[in-house]
């Protein structure tokens, strides 16, 4: 069963009403991968990284990349209701010489820590942030949240390596295991699966949960958190591609596909955020 709390409930339908208007009035693709990770982004930034809107540049802050950067969307409206930016921002989406382009890029607005267009970066780059709090006596935590798709790529399992035999505790990957890439089921294409115990034999540790679970999101950030951790941490989020929406969900159609009007109405009454 999967455990739900209005207020965390409340803050994830908003963002991803918004994410579903974004798409549909840039007319980007990418829905179904921005919405599978939107629950996790919701304890991510409500709960667990120590982080102030008011200082986005601040040395201590935690470090927050998105490797699985076509899922942008989901980590614009996050940010724009944490308080990062202004709507107006999320209004311009993806239109030519605007702030927040399709896919991130580094300063683009407060918040966005850095590029990550293409695939497969993201955690060499986590890992060079966790290589440098290190360095340089900082607190602060780095999670990288990954696309399962990403996970083809053999940049992750360098830094992977790299992160095991540096002993980068606080260093967290989330895997969006959503079981689906843009053309066909992740572990058709690549045989990921079992995914966690290929991170356990890289020197991990690692964690299964349910991604939609906040609960279980929760435990594992927990985990995560703990002082005194020498092996970085893999959280392996089983989750739902297109998540909110029933004509959407686990329908890989939805990976380029971009909502008509009719659809816009429709998802935004599955929510409840419009009355009729």
């Known amino acids: 069963m999967t455990s739900r709390e209005p207020d965390l409930e409340r803050f994830a339908a908003e963002l991803r009403g918004e994410v579903?208007?974004?798409?549909?009035?840039?007319?980007?693709?990418?829905?179904?991968?921005?919405?599978?990770?939107?629950?996790?982004?919701?304890?991510?930034?409500?709960?667990?990284?120590?982080?102030?809107?008011?200082?986005?540049?601040?040395p201590a802050r935690d470090r927050f990349i998105l490797g699985k950067g076509h899922a942008a969307p989901a980590l614009y409206a996050t940010l724009c209701a944490r308080s990062f930016f202004s709507k107006s921002l999320l209004d311009d989406f993806a239109k030519p010489g605007a702030a927040l382009a399709e896919q991130p890029a580094p300063g683009c607005a407060p918040g966005v820590e850095w590029a990550t267009g293409s695939l497969g970066h993201g955690l060499s780059v986590g890992l060079g942030m966790a290589l440098a709090a290190r360095m340089r006596n900082l607190p602060f935590r780095t999670v990288v949240l990954l696309g399962d798709g990403e996970c083809n790529e053999g940049s992750i399992w360098e830094a992977a390596m790299l992160a095991a035999a540096q002993k980068t505790g606080t260093l967290t990957a989330i895997v969006d295991y959503n079981k689906w890439q843009a053309t066909g089921r992740s572990d058709e294409i690549l045989a990921l699966a079992p995914?966690?115990?290929?991170?356990?034999?890289?020197?991990?540790?690692?964690?299964?949960?349910?991604?939609?679970?906040?609960?279980?999101?929760?435990?594992?950030?927990?985990?995560?958190?703990?002082?005194?951790?020498?092996?970085?941490?893999?959280?392996i989020a089983?989750?739902?591609?297109?998540?909110?929406f029933s004509f959407m969900e686990d329908d890989n159609n939805w990976h380029y596909r971009i909502p008509d009007d009719g659809e816009l109405a429709a998802a935004r009454r599955e929510l409840g955020l419009d009355p009729s």
Request: charged share 25%.
């Open 20 to 58: 579903v208007a974004m798409s549909h009035r840039a007319k980007t693709p990418h829905l179904g991968s921005s919405l599978s990770c939107i629950d996790l982004l919701a304890v991510l930034y409500r709960e667990f990284l120590r982080i102030d809107p008011g200082h986005p540049d601040d």
């Open 238 to 244: 089983h989750t739902v591609k297109g998540r909110g």
């Open 195 to 235: 995914l966690r115990e290929k991170w356990n034999a890289f020197g991990w540790e690692s964690v299964e949960i349910d991604g939609h679970d906040f609960d279980q999101i929760r435990s594992a950030l927990a985990l995560a958190a703990a002082a005194a951790r020498s092996r970085p941490l893999a959280i």
